[in-house]
């Protein structure tokens, strides 16, 4: 069965700091990650995905298949990026695919 | 353009009553899924539907029904709540092609 690991709840920094969220995952195939993320009172909404390996508000992520990881990293952290964030996986495939969650990093970026 | 509208935002209810949440979303979108947000437990799937008028059970459906009578909309009803089911609900909708989910803003429930 497919399983999302985030082991921290709360990641406390200052501006201006490296910011690195962990996520961990447990699956024998291919998976498609992404990161989500819930700003207070927002949706939850989709950062990135890394099938897009793209960089979005300064936040990048790569698929580490040896490590089964998929860790959130942004070099200097800004007071806006305090939020929610959800690891997130499905496994490719035709039909519905389901999401499945971590259990979410709260980042507080303090100035 | 609207996106998924969940309603109601909160509610409160006492044990033993019925409700719907409502979910609906303007994309045609032909999948749509709830999930329900507890502390320590991520996001969790409670049912789904890949188009209309075909629904599936997710992970945690008991307690629960629902129904895809159109694209559109996308009901849950709590048949009978249990104070179990205090949770922040979360409806989601994404294209059959596409791989990104698209999220309603959640209802918040509590039941007591």
């Known amino acids: 069965a497919q399983r999302v690991t985030q082991p921290e709840k709360l990641l406390s920094v200052f501006k201006g700091a490296p910011v690195e969220l962990k996520c961990n995952y447990s699956y024998s195939g291919s998976p498609e990650l992404f990161w989500y993320v819930q700003y207070s009172r927002q949706r939850l909404q989709l950062l990135l995905r890394h099938i897009s390996r793209e960089s979005i508000k300064g936040f990048t992520a790569d698929l580490n298949k040896g490590e089964t990881s998929f860790h959130l990293k942004k070099p200097f952290a800004q007071e806006e990026d305090s939020a929610m964030y959800y690891c997130a996986l499905r496994r490719p495939g035709t039909g519905f695919q389901k999401l499945v969650f971590g259990t979410g990093t709260r980042l507080l970026v303090s100035p | 353009n609207a996106g998924v509208t969940q309603t109601p935002k909160f509610q409160v209810l006492k044990t033993g009553q019925s409700m719907t949440l409502q979910c609906a979303q303007d994309m045609n979108h032909e999948y749509m899924s709830w999930y329900r947000q507890d502390p320590g437990m991520g996001l969790r799937l409670i049912h789904y539907?890949?188009?209309?008028?075909?629904?599936d059970q997710g992970e945690v459906p008991n307690g629960y029904n629902v129904s895809r009578s159109t694209t559109e909309d996308f009901p849950l009803r709590l048949l009978s709540a249990a104070p179990s089911q205090t949770s922040v609900y979360f409806c989601?909708?994404?294209?059959?092609?596409?791989?990104?989910?698209?999220f309603g803003q959640g209802t918040r429930l509590t039941v007591v």
């Open positions: 989601a909708s994404r294209r059959v092609r596409d791989t990104e989910a698209f």
């Open positions: 539907s890949v188009g209309a008028g075909i629904t």
